[in-house]
């Protein structure tokens, strides 16, 4: 079973750009969650979906978004981008709600640079 | 609301010795715990995880952790280190509301000394 893919692997941008990254779960898993992975806040969660409803937001500014497609499909915009906002961003996926959903498994991530 | 600490932001231990990494949790509901290990320019692996039964779980790769309530502990052990053991290591907790997300510890980085 393929496991969860993220594109694209590396992104450069420019401050005030926006991106766009993307999530493939594990076939069978209908719940996607984001994390930001930096090297002075850690890990931390962007936000949940699940049916195409995002179940879940973490503290994170209105410029971070995301969305989910009826095949699960997952993705999450950032818009006018920051210096700040470089950083791993990593995605997970798990079965759903009272279906452990607390086993999350991860993708390789997208590192993204902001210049 | 939960929280993790991992005591110790780098171990360094020699190939073959003992492997310990340390974390404690903090929540008000019988927690689900997890250990994830994540080797440069890749995901989060999931090592072994603590719901509910056992309290002494085994992971991949000769890992194991015990959950001691009374102490709010979970730490990570390994007999023997190897040296493919390096690696960022995370401990993570939730609870089985259905609706609250991983909460991670900063991580402990291990090196393995030959």
């Known amino acids: 079973k393929a496991g969860v893919t993220q594109t694209p692997r590396y992104l450069i941008k420019t401050r005030g750009q926006q991106v766009t990254l993307s999530c493939s779960p594990i076939s069978g898993h209908r719940s996607v969650s984001w994390y930001q992975q930096t090297p002075g806040q850690g890990l931390q969660f962007l936000f949940e979906?699940?049916?195409?409803?995002?179940?879940n937001k973490g503290n994170f500014p209105g410029r971070f978004s995301g969305r989910q497609f009826s095949n699960s499909r997952s993705e999450m915009n950032v818009s006018t981008l920051e210096l700040g906002d470089s950083a791993l961003y990593l995605c997970?996926?798990?079965?759903?709600?009272?279906?452990?959903?607390?086993?999350?498994?991860f993708g390789p991530g997208t590192r993204l640079t902001v210049t | 609301a939960q929280s993790v600490t991992q005591l110790g932001s780098h171990v360094s231990v020699s190939e073959g010795a003992l492997v310990l990494l340390r974390c404690n949790y903090s929540s008000s509901v019988p927690p689900y715990l997890f250990w994830y290990v994540q080797y440069p320019n890749q995901g989060l692996q999931l090592l072994l995880k603590?719901?509910?039964?056992?309290?002494l779980v085994k992971g991949i790769n000769g890992f194991e952790a015990e959950f001691k309530k009374s102490e709010t502990s979970f730490h990570l052990t390994k007999p023997s280190a190897h040296m493919s053991d390096a690696a960022e290591y995370f401990c993570a907790v939730s609870v089985y509301s259905g609706n609250t997300p991983l909460v991670f510890g900063k991580g402990t980085r291990l090196s393995v000394i030959a």
């Open positions: 997970a996926s798990s079965l759903g709600p009272g279906q452990g959903a607390h086993e999350q498994y």
């Open positions: 979906y699940f049916s195409e409803t995002q179940r």
């Open positions: 603590y719901t509910t039964g056992a309290t």
